[in-house]
């Protein structure tokens, strides 16, 4: 089974359509800002490892409780679902929703590998440390095995590895575990069943059915006998895997048990989930012995237990971004008797504090293009609300704890600008995607969005798409265009003789920003930072990842077509003057109101564009009028003789075309126009 650091097109099938997205973000992001789906603990470096739902895994030194942050493990661009730490700490593996599993050089913090082995979302992986044997699965239903030796021994050019796989699920895979000796695995799944293999053999050796909802959580004991799950019908249940049977049933959460982990001796288990509570259960005796550990503020998502010889500790992750750390008495590992109250109503948690906490940072939950559709209004978790530039790919505005729909309203403006990209917020930061089909939809004025310089009479039209594409590829070599000034001119804008410059004349984005190549709801082709487009490696991934519409506008430097808009102009029913044949027209959509009042008033009407100069009162200076100024006079002229109507609605002739369709005409089939003269008496 081939796994290559990026995917290779296959000959035969048609390729895909790609898609190009990028992240508006801080350089450095410290905090997690969106969930936290799983853990793992050095306790030789006392180093906590942190997969995040905002796609990066972060390490932490937990000795540091003031400043706990270490470095961001960047590479994902979807969800990290699970880590696993792997040869004594050197290597972690990462399991995502952009459907791969990487190779991390744990210690130093950079992705060795990627494995593209998995054809959906990566949610779950296991380890067998004593045979340095991990297992992948997710939503494509298969388990894949991997010898951690032989992914450390990949490089990124060189990584086609073959890999057994476990097959039989019906189901989506959410959990799995493996003992250390590596003899046993288990998967869960939404099918509500648990399946058990023989990794050695890849034999089925059993299906265990009992729980009634997904199973998200498993732990087995050291010699593979017994196993532990918890699912989202609220148990947790025990199974002797030689009596392939429940042998007992914990019903200590009154939600969906998502996390699991158990001492060494398997005599406690520790359990959270939905409810937001931490219990620690007796194995052999449930009722009489079990203790609610402590209560987190948001539902749990991962337990991380560390036993050190003076104490045991559980960091727990939730659906917040906040890390805490729990220290559980020795009464409740030991197994001599767990202290608690039995009661899950009215239990009091043995642990009213976390002893550390490493702080999240705020997610975005809400957002909303403008009409402009140029800037955001977000608001996050906190309730602060804040506005962002996609052209800029950045914050402008931190407006703070205010009412976002009045900030909605205030900033609405009678403009209509097409649809040209689309937002998601898995991550809890605004991903900006541009397809084909919509990305050059949008042209706009310079003068009016206030990009232009103010040139007498020039307002150059400007595609949205066509310059944040050129933007984000700046740095890329193949869009540099070579200034060659004259030998005797001074250099024009600075550029030395032969410099070269991608990008756009207007603006530029932050050179931190990640752009992301992907196909169009599927799989990640490619990552880079904005400003690494001109490394090497990047370049030649660039070559054989940009898609030929991003290569037209940013290589080929050929502008995007107007959009045309379609309408029929037609006399008022007031006007008094007899409709004629309906005359279908089209123009630009950007068109103002005004150029189709001068239309009417020289075609229409017949007032010819000699009228101008002296209607305006002549011109005694003897100078020539330019052809602007002489537009300029037959507008003004225009608008005082003929109005524009739509809908009956009197028309302002700053509008233009597709705004006029958009909040006026409202409505299917072409825009209709009608004009009649002004009465002036």
Known sequence: MAASHHHRQSGGNARKKVQVSFVIRDEVERCHRSGINSLQYDPVLHRLYSAGRDSIVRIWNTRDVHDPYIQSMEHHTDWVNDIVLCCGGKTLISASSDTTVKVWNAH????????????DYVKALAYAKDKEQVASAGLDRAIFLWDVNTLTALTASNNTVTTSSLNGNKDSIYSLAMNPPGTVIVSGSTEKVLRVWDPRTCQKLMKLKGHTDNVKALVLNRDGTQCLSGSSDGTIRLWSLGQQRCVATYRVHCEGVWALQANEAF????????????????????????????????????????????????????????????????????????????DNTDAVPMCALPDITVKGGASIR???????????????????????????????????????????????????????????????????????????????????????????????????????????????????????????????????????????????????????????????????LCRDASGDQEQMLLNETVPPWVMDITVEKNIPKFNKLPFFLQPHASSGIKSLKKDRLSANDMLQVRKVIEHVYEKVMGQGSDTGSQTAGGNSSGNEKSETEKEDDLASIAEEKVELLCNDQVLDPNMDLRTVKHFVWKQGGDLTLHYRPINTK
């Open 267 to 342: 005599t406690v288990v520790y359990s959270g989930g939905r409810d937001q509570q931490v219990w620690a259960t007796d194995i052999r005796n449930p009722d009489s012995e079990r203790a609610l550990i402590c209560e987190e503020k948001a539902p749990i998502l991962k337990l991380e237990l560390v036993n050190s010889p003076d104490q045991t500790t559980l960091w727990v992750a939730t659906t917040d971004s906040s890390i805490k750390n729990w220290s559980i008495k020795k009464v409740a590992t030991c197994g001599s008797r767990l202290s608690g109250d039995y």
């Open 108 to 119: 130093k913090g950079f992705c060795m590998s990627t494995l593209r082995t998995h054809k």
């Open 366 to 528: 809400q957002y909303h293009i403008l009409n402009d559709r140029r800037f955001i209004l977000t608001k996050d978790t906190n309730y602060n609300v804040a506005v962002y530039d996609v052209l800029m790919a950045k914050k402008t505005e931190d407006l703070g704890a205010v009412d976002f729909e009045s900030e909605i309203k205030k900033r609405f403006k009678m403009v209509y600008v097409p649809n040209w990209f689309s937002v998601d917020l898995k991550t809890g930061m605004l991903t900006v995607h541009l397809e084909e089909t919509d990305c050059f939809a949008a042209w706009v004025s310079a003068k009016e969005v206030g990009m232009g310089q103010p040139t007498e009479g020039i307002d150059p039209k400007l595609n949205y798409g066509g310059l944040l594409l050129q933007a984000l590829l700046e740095h890329w070599p193949r869009t540099y265009t070579y200034d060659m000034p004259d030998i005797n001119e001074e250099h024009t804008n600075g550029l030395m003789e032969g410099e070269k410059r991608g990008g756009n004349a207007y603006f530029s984005v932050p050179g931190h920003t990640p752009v992301i190549f992907s196909e169009v709801g599927g799989r990640t082709l490619f990552r880079l």
